[in-house]
């Protein structure tokens, strides 16, 4: 089945400070999702991206399928952005089957 | 506009027994994934309902089984807990219309079997 990998697997930022976490997948998609899972395990869906460029605030993602990765940016990080960071997809041959990938643990620090 | 509700929150459980979870899904969603998230992990699937009929089945023992109901609610059912069952047990739903626009979680149950 499809594989999803994700870098960096921690990450620990100054407030204030900009970063850049990876998804890589080994097949094509009909789905990717970013989340964060806040430290009480509720995963909150940050983008539906299967392909493009999209921006809400802070945060911006961009998936270039066809190279099969996604990248999520997070701008000028707060204490809130801590937790993890969740990519997941579902392959074109895996009808409606999410696949999620290990994650990257975010901790901001004032 | 309701998300996702799972119940109960959190769960102690005594090897050998079995259990049952609960998820009521996103207005106007139709089609229920549950997921196990062991400590440190990303989420694993475990099944998905649609048409209250199994639709997909990841990698799980027979001992998982399921339900949907008429209303598209769903249920979870764990037989013969184990101490490796124990995780945070996720509810997701969908539209079966439009499969690929996106997973609305529920905030998850907390299982710990003893």
């Known amino acids: 089945g499809i594989q999803v990998e994700q870098s960096p697997p921690d990450l620990i930022l100054q407030e204030g400070a900009n970063s850049t976490l990876r998804c890589n997948f080994s097949d094509s998609v009909n789905n990717l999702q970013w989340f964060h899972q806040n430290p009480w395990g509720q995963l909150i869906n940050l983008f539906y991206i299967p392909s493009g460029t999209k921006q809400n605030g802070r945060l911006s993602a961009t998936t270039v399928a066809t190279e099969r990765y996604s990248l999520l940016y997070i701008s000028s990080s707060q204490t809130t952005d801590s937790g993890v960071y969740f990519c997941a997809v579902v392959g074109e041959t895996s009808y409606d089957k999410v696949i999620f990938g290990p994650g990257t643990s975010l901790s901001v620090i004032p | ?114």
């Not at chain 2, 027994?17 to 994934?33: A, E, M, N, Y």
């Not at chain 2, 339900?67 to 979870?76: D, G, I, M, R, V």
């Open chain 2, 1 to 114: 506009d309701a998300g996702v509700t799972q119940s109960p929150t959190h769960l102690i459980k005594t090897r050998g027994q079995q259990v049952t979870l609960r998820c009521s899904p996103k207005s106007g969603h139709d089609t229920v994934s549950w997921y196990q998230q062991a400590l440190g992990q990303g989420p694993q699937f475990i099944f998905q309902y649609y048409e209250e009929e199994e639709r997909q089945r990841g990698n799980f023992p027979d001992r998982f089984s399921g339900h949907q109901f008429p209303n598209y609610s769903s249920e979870l059912n764990v037989n013969a807990l184990l101490l490796g069952d124990s995780a945070l047990y996720l509810c997701a739903s969908s539209s079966g219309q439009e499969p690929n626009y996106g997973y609305t979680f529920g905030s998850g149950t907390r299982l710990t079997v003893v």
